[in-house]
């Protein structure tokens, strides 16, 4: 019993603290230019002159845009098997074109589903559409640029913005997907900028009111050949984080300290 009980002190000691960075969907530096860091957007082919793909970012407006309604956009993270995370804040990234440095986000809105939602509009786990759970926001110091951008453009500074979840929340083991938008004191945007480079596994999902009567659908733009269009597409991820603590569920807790208690045994009888 003492093993048992020391070997659950040493796994409980070697647990994550409540600043750990739980989860991060992906980066947005891409490098410098003009002596500044800049996010670029992807591009794809192998045609002359490039089979071009440059889209810098796509509309995540939880107000009414000029199309008639909202736009949210959405991505998924995974908890392993025999962990519960304790979410205490959630980090988002968006831009308003020609802002200036000082940000211009003034809303933030969350809902979390444990299945791939179809519709925004689908039950969740947690969150909704009309409570504005910003916090805080700040330029990153990033600007999002296309990709065939020879010269520093600043008109797309990249803000982090993020959650106030009121409490911490708790979700168990599975898959997760995260969907969210922004309102601005601006006319442009608020923009959703990409994961970059997008890996090869991407699949963020985009739902606009006024396309397929709001329903959820894979992010993706059309790749051209010379300005025409090749029938692929390139998909994007959304870069986020999530950070809370991570704690094993009380089952896995016992396998993890029998194991280490097992460890101890068999070094003392080597001794």
């Known amino acids: ?26 980066p947005l530096l891409t490098g410098t230019l003009g002596g500044s860091n800049v996010s670029r957007a992807d591009s794809t082919g192998t045609a002359a002159g490039g089979a071009i793909n440059s889209t810098a970012g796509f509309l995540a407006d939880n107000a009414s845009d000029a199309s008639g309604g909202p736009s949210h956009v959405a991505d998924d993270f995974t908890i392993g098997a025999g962990f519960t995370w304790t979410i205490n804040s959630l980090k988002f990234y968006s831009y308003q074109t020609g802002s200036g440095n000082t940000s211009t986000i003034t809303g933030l809105f969350v809902k979390i589903y444990n299945t791939t939602p179809t519709h925004p509009s689908n039950a969740g786990v947690f969150g909704d559409f009309t409570t504005n759970r910003m916090s805080s926001t700040s330029f990153t110091n990033i600007y999002r640029i296309f990709n065939a951008a020879g010269t520093l453009d600043t008109t797309r500074p ?15 083991a599975g898959t997760y997907t995260m969907a969210w938008a922004f309102t601005g004191s601006i006319v442009s945007g608020p923009w959703q900028p990409m994961v970059s480079p997008s890996p090869g596994t991407a699949n963020a999902l985009y739902s606009q009111d006024s396309v397929s009567s709001g329903n959820f659908a894979p992010m993706q733009s059309s790749i051209t050949n010379n300005g025409v269009a090749t029938g692929s597409f390139l998909k994007y991820d959304l870069p986020f984080k999530v950070e809370g603590t991570a704690v094993p ?23």
Do not use: C, W, Y
């Not at 029998?258 to 080597?270: E, I, M, T």
């Open 1 to 26: 019993m003492k093993r048992l009980a020391l070997a659950v002190a040493l796994v409980a000691s070697a647990l994550p603290s409540s600043a750990d960075l739980l989860f991060d969907n992906g």
């Open 249 to 271: 569920e009380p089952g896995s807790m016992i396998a993890l300290a029998v194991g280490a208690a097992g460890l101890l045994a068999r070094r003392r009888r080597k001794n």
């Open 158 to 172: 990249i803000m982090e913005v993020t959650a106030n979840l009121g409490s911490p929340l708790v979700l168990g």
